[in-house]
């Protein structure tokens, strides 16, 4: 059932552990994507009758240090300058906007 999971596009990274799920959507001067994929994956959980948990649900922004608007937030989805992920911690140092990985 998890394994049937996919990005909807192949410039996209979906990383699984156990229960977990990150998600990695690059964007460009096209814009992103990560609305559809977002979509997708709600999509998915109810077909496969699971429910996200919204309240660890994140998203972080990288990018590099250019005048460029960020994107809307997602009504439903929190936006952090850090995440903790498989004990690693990213965070952004602002305004350079690099991201700096931190071991915990």
């Given amino acids: 059932m998890v394994n049937d999971i996919k990005t909807v596009n192949p410039i996209n990274q979906l990383v699984k552990f156990a229960d977990d799920m990150t ?22 959980s109810e077909n496969n009758r699971m429910s996200l948990n919204m309240e660890k649900t994140y998203e972080m922004i ?13 009504p439903f989805i929190k936006r952090r300058t850090w995440l903790k992920i498989l004990g690693i911690t990213l965070q952004i140092s602002l305004p350079s906007g690099i991201c700096i990985l931190m071991k915990c």
């Fill in 23 to 44: 998600l990695e959507v690059p964007g460009n001067e096209n814009g992103d994507n990560s609305q559809a994929k977002v979509d997708s994956i709600q999509t998915w």
């Fill in 62 to 74: 990288v990018r590099r240090n250019i005048p460029t608007l960020l994107p809307d937030p997602f």
